[in-house]
């Protein structure tokens, strides 16, 4: 259990997690939440990149399970 809430430490990693979750929980349907959680992922790995960064998949990927979640979620309601 501590190596996973050390992972979701490192470069704010949870908050990507949440990120994903709450926009997919505001998008309503099962199937927008998961369009909409892979726009934002990938508008924040492009935002990281345009300053210099590097791409960053375990982010993205990690905004786009939060947006599984809240599919989920949706699915079950």
């Given amino acids: 259990m501590n190596k996973i809430i050390e992972f979701l ?3 704010n990693r949870y ?3 949440i990120g994903g979750l709450l926009v997919g929980i505001l998008a309503f349907t099962p199937w927008t939440a998961l369009y909409a959680a ?3 992922a990938s ?3 492009l935002k ?3 300053k210099g960064g ?3 998949w375990i982010d993205w ?3 786009v399970i939060g947006g599984i979640l809240s599919a989920l979620f949706w699915w079950i309601v």
């Fill in 9 to 11: 430490k490192q470069s």
């Fill in 15 to 17: 908050k990507h997690l």
């Fill in 38 to 40: 892979a726009v934002a």
């Fill in 43 to 45: 508008c924040l790995e």
């Fill in 48 to 50: 990281d990149k345009l």
């Fill in 54 to 56: 590097l791409w960053d």
């Fill in 61 to 63: 990927s990690l905004t």
